[in-house]
């Protein structure tokens, strides 16, 4: 999937990590799709590396504006954050923008909750283990438009019920 964007190799590693939980976060910017999520993700990559010093694009996945989900890090190392807190343990989901400020669209919430779904089942997480970054430091990430799913719960149930539906099937 990394191939998808043209992901560099990396070079360099870090311990690994077991995850025990999912942290969404946006990436704090606002991206209008004035350039394409694959040349973002380039970009997002080289300033990871060369400006922070980090082996790679801090997050694991990550959503478009039009709901397109991007591998970023490998999952099997920890995420990096530009915040205190220590994201060993977390699978780190991003969606491309600044949600402080931007809607926070249908068709990216709706791949949002099947990429939780996914995850979920596969690193075996309850979705009551689906956090916010700004539930773990001080910041407003993954901004106000999405954390509003989280508070009102309404996203953790929408991850339920999917869970749920698919096991009954």
């Known amino acids: 999937m990394r191939d998808k964007w043209g992901a560099l190799q990396l070079t360099d ?6 995850i025990d939980r999912i942290t969404i976060h946006h990436s704090g910017v606002v991206f209008t799709g004035d350039k394409s999520s694959e040349q973002y993700l380039s970009d997002l990559q080289s300033w990871s590396r ?3 010093g980090w082996i790679d694009i801090p997050y ?6 039009a709901g397109g989900v991007y591998q970023g890090r490998p999952e099997r190392f920890p995420g990096d954050t530009n915040t205190e807190y220590n994201p060993s343990g977390h699978l780190l989901i991003s969606v491309i923008g600044n949600y402080q400020e931007q809607e926070f669209r249908a068709v990216q919430y709706e791949s949002l909750v099947k990429l939780l779904v996914y995850l979920c089942r596969l690193h075996q997480v309850e ?7 700004k539930d773990y430091t001080e910041t407003v990430c993954p901004g106000k438009n999405i954390y509003t ?4 719960g309404s996203l953790i149930k929408k991850v339920q019920n999917s869970i749920k539906k698919i096991s009954i099937e």
């Open 60 to 65: 694991h996945y990550l959503i478009d504006l």
């Open 149 to 152: 799913h989280l508070q009102d």
């Open 127 to 133: 979705p009551q283990m689906i956090k916010a970054h």
């Open 13 to 18: 590693s870090i311990p690994e990590h077991t």
């Open 50 to 52: 060369s400006e922070k």
